[in-house]
């Protein structure tokens, strides 16, 4: 059965807590199953120019989310695994999903802006491996009491970690991106991967052979496939072959939403983020059309 998740609006001028209360409400009385946010630290002038100050800090906002919500699900799309210590990451990660009973997921990524690395301190060329150390690091402090690790980015002897935080579940992890690194790290770390924006061809002819074939080289089970999608409704029908996935009337894309389901997709997390700050609309417009694409799926597929 497919789950919806809608992303939530966490930067920019309509980023007040009022409105991100409203955005939880909505997402829970219209049968969302999952909210996600995303992650920057250092609002460089690149980052600034699509993601506008204020910009609230993914696990702050998510900590906040779990004590105003109760059923909806919260995650990240994507939290930029190499600007925390994996340690810190695994630790508030934890915390919050316990503290939800059980209602996190950790979505993660390498990252885009070398100038938000730059200002962090961090080698934006070795982003990718940084990633997947620090993927290492945090599995390893959600699976075992006491870990140890002498990585090339992460140091750290006999730290007591573990059981007695996560319990008897560990957040799922879903890995963004759809480089080859990428697909090898969902392939390697992930319960799920997590493509944006991808053309629903290269998913199926590309992507997905590709994820398969790295599972079976690290003998582990093909990750599930969770996508995030743009929900950008026009008034009329655009012709496919003018059109991007997400994008024309809702019928359209609730035909995309099936084909990602015959694809195997079990969450498909819809996002009505504009591809530029000046052209967002109000909020209330967002939420009509998330709704409208809501009620066509739970009518078609459940």
Same mark, same amino acid.
């Given at each position: ?89 695994? +630790?508030? @990660? !934890? ?8 209602? $996190?997921?950790?979505?993660?990524? &390498?990252?885009? *802006? #070398? ?96 994820? +398969?074939? @790295? !599972? ?8 599930? $496939?969770?996508?995030?999608?743009? &929900?950008?409704? *026009? #008034? ?67």
């Amino acid at each position: 059965m497919i789950k919806l998740g809608l992303n939530i609006r966490n930067y920019g001028p309509t980023a007040t807590p009022d409105n991100l209360r409203a955005w939880t409400r909505f997402a829970e009385d219209s049968g969302f199953t999952l909210g996600v946010v995303s992650d920057h630290v250092a609002p460089t002038p690149e980052v600034n120019e699509l993601y506008p100050s204020p910009f609230y800090d993914p696990l702050t906002a998510l900590s906040w989310f779990a004590g105003i919500t109760e059923r909806l699900e919260l995650g990240t799309s994507v939290l930029i695994a190499p600007y925390r210590h994996p340690l810190l990451t695994a +630790r508030l @990660a !934890a915390s919050i999903d316990r503290l939800s009973d059980g209602r $996190l997921i950790l979505g993660v990524g &390498a990252g885009w *802006s #070398e100038q938000e690395f730059a200002a962090l301190g961090l080698p934006f060329r070795r982003r990718g491996r940084m990633t997947d150390e620090y993927l290492a690091a945090i599995s390893a402090a959600w699976s075992q009491d006491r870990v140890s690790l002498d990585g090339e980015f992460v140091h750290y002897d006999d730290v007591h970690t573990g059981p007695g935080l996560v319990g008897s579940r560990r957040p799922p992890i879903w890995v963004g991106g759809t480089s080859p690194g990428a697909l090898r790290r969902a392939a390697r770390f992930g319960d799920a991967w997590h493509p944006n924006n991808a053309e629903l061809d290269w998913i199926r002819d590309v992507g997905l052979p590709s994820l +398969r074939e @790295a !599972a079976e080289s690290f003998g582990r089970p093909v990750p599930a $496939l969770s996508p995030r999608m743009r &929900a950008h409704v *026009s #008034e009329r029908p655009i012709p496919d072959d003018e059109r991007r996935p997400g994008s024309g009337s809702p019928d359209q894309i609730v035909a995309d939403v099936e084909t990602l389901v015959e694809l195997g997709a079990d969450y498909v997390v819809l996002d009505t983020n504009p591809d530029h700050p000046r052209d967002e609309r109000p909020l209330s417009d967002d939420w009509r059309d998330l709704e409208a694409i809501a009620t066509r799926v739970f009518k078609r597929l459940l």
